[in-house]
């Protein structure tokens, strides 16, 4: 078979053409006109700058290379919005026009731009097709009745722009799903992962070394690029009398540690695989500094998805990771280690802790929200009552009181249909490279839907970052997974 040709495979509701090894990039003829016109008005704003505002210059020099990135192929375009998802997610341009635009959204629609234009330049180019693809268009397609309908419920500007970033964040599932097709895509892209995911664990890990005054004093030079003023050094349950709460660049230390255990799943599965992607000694390293980080953030919710993401891994695959992660679990209890990390997990468990029990308040009054509006939710402004509210830290409850109760059925059909179609493919091959990826991508899934009962930042409209890293997932787990299942070997 020739390069140029494409074979196609069936199997009952699939449908992937296998394309060739071709390089992914934009059209040759809009290559070096673009890299040569970006070069020079990035050169003529950074001389501008520099005259008034040094570090405005060196973040706008800094950018340059990444447009680059973005304008040359899809795929390194996908490693900058994740290199700003972990590093800069709040970070906005100092400059204001009717809105404030952030990195993240700028970086997510330039590379969402470049993949249509790329899509439309390549006409005989053949996409994949399955029914979840379908599914998540359909569940996007709910979140915009559901915002429709809610347009009579306090909806501000904020509002409109935050919706914004969620579907940007959300439509780069199709990205991710029609460019990262080989293993070799896919390994850069964990390297990208785990790279800037390391960085900021260490960067959070440094700022908690140097304590309360170091962390304000550096983190309070972001204000200017859109960071908050005020609560900017975290505490448990905000109480300056308790233990500070790791946060690095991320504002909330709740979504980096729920960040940082998707990684940390990801990299321990690698780490223990007979087939690794990624090699032993870059997993072994993002884990010591991505436990330490997550246990700092003080986020059981991340915690318990950790521990539930690297069981399911023990219990189906290497089963040999159970006694000595059980021995060194009881020992450290033993000795003391990490009293303070249990003693909280405690209070959690036993509802003890004010923060649970407002937890509890959110989910009563969640379920009075989605009964007295089942169908299509209240939208996503204001609650349509004085004694309700909508905020609740749960993924499930969020989407079934802001979308109703037909978006979180379509929510978990798209859930549902892309993990049974991953173990399906895992079942297939799991003695191989392709099988330890695909259990460590199902392993940090389940982190995340276990997350999710606790906490909602993955679908929350002001965590675009933390959206697009569910979407990421979840998009690798099709595309590998249909890739596996068409493979004729």
């Known amino acids: 078979m020739t390069s140029s040709q494409h074979v196609e495979h069936h199997s009952p509701g699939l449908l992937l053409p296998r394309w060739p090894h071709a390089r992914y990039s934009i059209d040759r003829r809009l290559q070096w006109p673009l890299a040569i016109g970006l070069a020079l ?73 470049v993949w249509v234009v790329h899509s439309a330049l390549q006409r005989n180019r053949r996409w994949p097709v399955h029914r979840a693809g379908l599914f998540v268009v359909t569940y996007l397609i709910v979140t915009l009745f559901a915002f429709v309908l809610g347009l009579n419920r306090g909806y501000t500007q904020q509002t409109y722009h935050d919706y914004a970033k969620f579907l940007l964040a959300s439509l780069l599932f199709f990205p991710v799903w029609t460019h990262l097709v080989s293993r070799d895509d896919v390994r850069r892209l964990l390297l990208v992962w785990f790279g800037a995911y390391g960085a900021a664990a260490f960067l959070g890990l440094a700022l908690y070394a140097g304590g309360p005054s170091v962390t304000q004093a ?24 308790k233990p500070m709460r790791l946060i690095s660049t991320s504002v909330d230390p709740n979504a980096f540690g729920g960040a940082l255990a998707v990684v940390l799943v990801l990299a321990i599965v690698q780490c223990i695989a007979k087939h690794p992607l990624v090699p032993r000694w870059v997993c072994l390293g993002v884990i010591l500094l991505t436990a330490p980080a997550v246990l700092l953030t003080y986020s059981r919710a991340a915690w318990v998805g950790v521990v539930v993401g690297v069981g399911i891994v023990a219990l189906v695959r290497y089963r040999w990771i159970i006694l000595p992660g059980s021995l060194g679990l009881v020992v450290v209890a033993a000795l003391g280690i990490g009293s303070g990390f249990l003693q909280r997990l405690l209070l959690g468990l036993r509802l003890q802790d004010p923060a649970t029990q407002m937890r509890l308040v959110e989910y009563r009054t969640a379920l009075e929200v989605i009964r007295r509006y089942p169908l299509f939710g209240v939208g996503f402004g204001a609650a349509p009552t004085v004694e309700l509210w909508t905020g609740v830290s749960s993924i499930y409850l969020t989407v079934a009181e802001r979308m109703g109760l037909f978006g979180l059925g379509m929510f978990l059909i798209v859930v549902a ?3 049974t179609l991953g173990w399906r493919a895992w079942r297939r091959v799991q003695s191989t490279p392709d099988g330890d990826l695909l259990l460590a991508l199902l392993a940090a899934q389940v982190t995340v839907l276990i997350i999710g009962f606790f906490d909602h930042y993955f679908v929350n409209i002001t965590f675009p970052h933390m959206v697009w890293l569910f979407w990421l997932l979840h998009a690798l787990i099709l595309g590998q997974s249909l890739r596996v299942l068409t493979d004729p070997s």
């Open 417 to 419: 249909s892309i993990g």
């Open 41 to 113: 008005l990035g050169g003529g704003i950074i001389g501008a700058l520099a005259v008034a505002h040094l570090l405005l210059a060196v973040a706008v020099l800094l950018a340059v290379p990444v447009a680059l990135l973005i304008l040359v192929d899809v795929r390194s375009g996908l490693w900058c919005v994740l290199g700003i998802a972990a590093l800069l997610p709040f970070a906005v341009f100092p400059v204001k026009v009717g809105f404030t635009p952030t990195l993240f959204e700028f970086t997510a629609s330039a590379v969402l731009a």
């Open 218 to 241: 550096i983190l309070a030079r972001l204000i200017p690029f859109g960071y908050p003023s005020e609560r900017i050094v975290r505490y448990i349950e905000d109480d300056p009398a």
